[in-house]
């Protein structure tokens, strides 16, 4: 089989087509651009993002990263901690 990164052969490849140095590369260059999302975009408890992140890359120069957006319900109808004047009725 040969690898669909470097076309060398390999005894084992990745779901992806890679041997196992290209799937080494593959995930290394994965955690540093997850590295460089939360440099660039994390917010302590507003913009998280996982370890596994899923990303998104196109042509561009950049890519997406997926994140765990916060969003507060304090003031909206979900509000969990609602003074007396917006206690729920019975
Ligand atoms: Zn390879």
């Not at 196109?58 to 979900?78: E, I, L, P, S």
């Amino acid at each position: 089989m040969l690898c669909s990164k470097c076309s060398q052969s390999a005894d084992t490849l990745t779901d992806g087509g890679l041997c196992e140095s290209c799937q080494a590369q593959a995930e290394d260059r994965r955690s540093d651009i997850i590295d460089l999302a939360r440099a660039q975009r994390e917010q302590e408890g507003l913009v998280e993002i996982d370890d596994n992140a899923t990303l998104s890359e196109g042509n561009q120069n950049g890519c997406y990263v997926a994140a765990w957006v916060w969003v507060d319900f304090a003031g909206t109808q979900y509000d969990k901690d609602k003074g007396e004047d917006n206690e729920p009725i019975e």
